[in-house]
């Protein structure tokens, strides 16, 4: 049984007799997303999330930084220059603890897909800017939203937020997004070789 599946959902029903939301169910349903454990424990039995790889810094921050706009309520959201900056900066400290390779231009160094993804929790999850992205505008304090690839219930990007848990893990789901199109290039380039 993995760590999701251990979460308790209650037995209340959704809505009231009423029609109306539940309060309890709702709260139960926060209770359990607070409680989930984040992407790098979650996958931390996955080998494609474990196994260490050369990556490069400007990875790892481009990809931040497409899915902050990709995923934010704005067209671009509010300081994204200043926390690409600043995770670039901690991010080369964290590579000068490790063996990481360095020229003119980049800096990388072998890493996997879960401290990846804790490094971007670490870094960035109590900078006010981030934690802005995630606060609505407007001042709703809801915890849950409907939200799909086409929207969600906010009824303007003022009501809406960024989800950093998602955010995280899609940084870093690119990254293996990329990893795979790399080995299937090298793949298909050997065996035309061998030919």
Not at 49 to 75: D, H, N
């Amino acid at each position: 049984m993995n760590e999701i599946d251990k979460i308790h959902m209650t037995n209340e029903p959704l809505l009231t007799e009423e029609g109306f939301v539940n309060q309890a169910a709702i709260n139960e349903l926060e209770a359990a997303i607070r409680n989930m454990p984040s992407s790098y424990e979650r996958n931390a039995n996955d080998t494609e999330w474990t196994v260490k790889r050369w990556t490069f810094l400007s990875e790892i921050t481009g990809m931040l930084a497409e899915w902050a706009i990709r995923q934010s309520p704005y067209s671009c959201p509010d300081d994204l220059e200043i926390v690409i900056r600043f995770l670039s900066a901690c991010l080369q400290r964290e590579f000068e603890k490790l063996k990481y390779h360095k020229d003119a231009t980049s800096i990388m160094v072998e890493v996997s897909l879960c401290q990846i993804n804790k490094w971007l929790h670490e870094i960035l999850i109590t900078l006010p800017q981030v934690v802005a992205w995630n606060t609505a505008k407007d001042g709703d304090k809801r915890q849950i939203r409907y939200s799909d690839r086409y929207g969600s219930d906010a009824t303007g990007p003022d009501n809406d937020l960024l989800d950093l848990d998602a955010l995280f893990s899609n940084v870093c789901v690119e990254i293996r997004n990329e990893r795979r199109r790399s080995d299937k290039f090298n793949r298909e380039f050997e065996e035309e070789q061998a030919k």
